[in-house]
């Protein structure tokens, strides 16, 4: 179903550009304290205000106009920005790691079970014939704009040129690359639709159970990991950040969530932290050595109870086995 767009604001924006120093004044009326307003101007001008200012809305009086609380500080400001930076750099490290897993396990079920190196070109895998007509829209389109492309060698004989030019500059039939090659070139979000488009619910189940998971979660957790990426990609806001779309919680027993009932409070079901358990869950199959839940434990320790509310983290979070076993 297809929104419709909402109504228009009717009012006029007429609020002025101002200069690095004019917002660190505005700061400093506001009642936050800057101990080196020259300072704070050279953040302000390699950060901008803009990305700057959401971290300040915790240190804001409620019901103020942007008031700030007594004791506030710029530095206060500056250090959320950096945890979250660090957050984001952190997710998406666990990112890529579940979004390979997927297009490997992806091409190599659907390529070894059907026999057929291009199995994507056969609209009879699929749900939708229009969806498969826009897969098979972009991958043309991606050739189509590699050919037209500067080549990809240089002179180093260490620099090769890249997997889909030299497929494409050497065969001709098929026209298409195979599959292991058409998966590397979508965007998360197209394979996520991919993925949710296969007709054989034996395919998507397959797929789905070789990172430990049913197909019904996969889709789900697909579906927040396209807006989680896109937020990080873009170096948004991720903590305190409604993302509007959240993991499935795992009914069944054979996939990996956190061991206490009680340890995913109602009030943390749509925030961050079922993001980081999923991503951790997935970790646990394709990655059963990584590092990646301790780096988070050491992120998370010792920071403000208001960071982690943020987030939905509740403050005894590694308690559980599920995180302890990784973080001991």
Not at 86 to 103: G, Y
Not at 139 to 163: F, I, K, N, Q, Y
Not at 256 to 262: A, F, G, N, P
Request: net charge positive; hydrophobic share 40%; with cysteine.
């Amino acid at each position: 179903m297809i929104r419709s767009a909402r109504p228009r604001g009717s009012l006029t924006f007429d609020k002025p550009p101002l200069t690095h120093g004019e917002l660190v004044d505005r700061m400093i009326d506001r009642g936050l304290r800057v101990p080196e307003p020259a300072r704070a101007a050279r953040y302000l001008r390699h950060i901008g205000y803009y990305r700057l200012s959401p971290y300040a809305i915790p240190f804001q009086q409620d019901g103020s106009d942007h008031l700030f609380r007594a004791g506030a500080s710029f530095d206060d400001l500056l250090d959320l920005y950096v945890f979250d930076r660090t957050l984001r750099l952190l997710v998406m490290d666990a990112l890529e790691r579940v979004e390979v897993a997927v297009r490997a396990a992806l091409t190599d079920h659907m390529s070894t079970i059907h026999d057929d190196s291009h199995w994507y070109t056969d609209s009879s895998h699929f749900h939708h014939s229009g969806r498969h007509v826009t897969l098979m829209r972009i991958v043309r389109d991606t050739c189509d704009a590699r050919l037209r492309g500067s080549p990809d060698a240089g002179e180093d004989s260490l620099v090769h040129g890249a997997a889909l030019e030299h497929y494409l500059t050497t065969y001709d039939v098929p026209e298409l690359p195979p599959s292991w090659l058409m998966v590397e070139t979508l965007s998360i979000g197209q394979l996520s639709s991919l993925y949710r488009n296969l007709r054989l619910r034996s395919d998507r189940t397959a797929v789905a159970k070789s990172i430990g998971l049913t197909a019904p979660v996969l889709e789900s957790w697909m579906g927040t990991y396209v807006r989680v990426r896109n937020v990080c990609a873009h170096h948004g806001r991720l903590w305190n950040l409604g993302l509007g779309t959240y993991p499935a919680i795992p009914a069944s027993s054979s996939i990996s969530w956190l061991e206490s009932s009680s340890a995913l409070p109602d009030r943390s079901r749509k925030r961050l932290y079922p993001v980081l358990i999923s991503l951790q869950s997935v970790l646990n199959v394709v990655s059963p050595r990584s590092s990646w839940a301790r780096r988070l434990h050491q992120l998370l320790s010792g920071r403000p109870h208001m960071n982690l509310a943020g987030m939905g983290v509740p403050e005894n979070w590694a308690d559980d086995d599920f995180w302890r076993r990784h973080i001991s």
